[in-house]
């Protein structure tokens, strides 16, 4: 099965990139489908509703994804469990303030199945809410915290200063009830410029144990174009690069999403998306009947260059947003020396035509 294939053929045409046009553009051909294993683990979203107004919101805003009835999400949890799956990631919206939270997450633990959660983290700062959780299944949080600076976090999120409090709140209560965090910072023009001082000041308040995920932004969603999101990877580049240099010395464990690998300048770097953190799969959330393999819509939203296909980082390589390149083109990435080492798994662009 070839690597890349054509991901322009069958989509809209991409907008000109100077008087030459726009690049070609391939992506990686991954099936739909993939084996449910004892490790397999499923994006569970009990819906879009959330108390925060994060203008980089990347739900779609859809009103019949807004909210899922108690029995109708108890109902996909019997169907994965049915599938063979016995771990899922809950996520929203904010999944912690579905009103039949409590009775799914419980349901979950009565069919043997752990979870873990996406989350702002609030609701944890609520007295025993961290301790019930664990104690009913909850093994990791992924926890959103763009900076450290209360007033930058609440306009990050939308929300006042008091919240921001609760979510560093809910992080400790978290951590005290046992559960493994990651904190989630998405880069925008706020708290680019804060970003050594968040990885340091989180290090010192929250200790060893928490990891840290850094991503590039996503512009798909109702928020994509909120204009503190409209980055390049030029002007993220250096603060990256000097993050990483901080993280080594914290001996603090920092993991990236979105970040092209020559953008890293580590052609070993294996991108921390939600495949990587063992979301091995994506229920759909329309209907509740059908899983797809997660590889597959993370490639179905990326791209890469003519370039890329000699770079030997290919394999690791999460490439960049499909939209990113159609808007910016590729000129920022600097493929790494040598043949990739899948290079005989490539398709030739002049076959790709019309590739599903």
């Not at 609760?166 to 400790?172: D, I, L, P, R, S």
């Not at 370039?307 to 000129?331: I, M």
């Amino acid at each position: 099965m070839s690597l890349l294939h054509d991901a322009q053929a069958g989509a809209a045409p991409a907008p000109p990139l100077g008087e030459e046009g726009a690049p070609r553009l391939f992506k990686k051909l991954i099936p739909e489908e993939a084996p449910v294993t004892p490790e397999s683990c499923a994006l569970f979203r009990l819906g879009e509703q959330c108390n925060y107004r994060c203008p980089m919101c990347s739900n779609t805003g859809d009103p019949a994804l807004f909210f899922h009835a108690s029995e109708e999400l108890l109902r996909r949890a019997d169907f994965l469990h049915g599938l063979g799956f016995r771990r899922v990631v809950v996520t929203g919206g904010e999944p912690t303030i579905h009103p039949g939270f409590w009775t799914i997450v419980e349901h979950l633990a009565e069919l043997g199945m752990a979870w873990d959660a996406n989350t702002h983290g609030r609701s944890f700062a609520k007295p025993d809410f961290a301790t019930r959780a664990v104690a009913t299944g909850l093994e990791r949080a992924i926890v959103s915290l763009h900076s450290l600076h209360p007033a930058t976090s609440a306009a990050i999120f939308g929300v006042s200063e008091t919240a921001h409090h609760e979510t560093v709140a809910g992080v400790e209560g978290l951590l005290a009830a046992g559960a493994a965090v990651m904190l989630n910072c998405v880069l925008t023009r706020l708290n680019l410029q804060q970003l050594r001082d968040y990885l340091s000041g989180a290090r010192q308040r929250f200790g060893p144990d928490v990891v840290f995920k850094f991503v590039f932004p996503s512009t798909i969603g109702k928020g994509g174009a909120w204009s503190g999101i409209a980055l390049r990877y030029d002007e993220v580049r250096e603060e990256i690069r000097q993050l990483c240099a901080l993280a080594s010395a914290l001996g603090a464990r920092l993991f990236f999403e979105s970040f092209p690998n020559c953008i890293l300048q580590d052609p070993r770097s294996g991108n921390y998306g939600r495949s990587t953190f063992g979301e091995s799969h994506y229920l759909d959330d329309a209907s509740g009947n059908r899983v797809y393999a997660m590889r597959h819509i993370e490639s179905e939203l990326s791209a890469y260059g003519d370039a890329c296909r000699e770079c030997s980082a290919l394999r690791n390589c999460p490439g960049v947003a499909l939209r990113y390149a159609r808007q910016h083109g590729l000129d920022e990435l600097t493929p790494f020396a040598g043949a990739a080492s899948d290079q005989a798994l490539l398709c030739d662009p002049a076959r790709s035509e019309g590739a599903a």
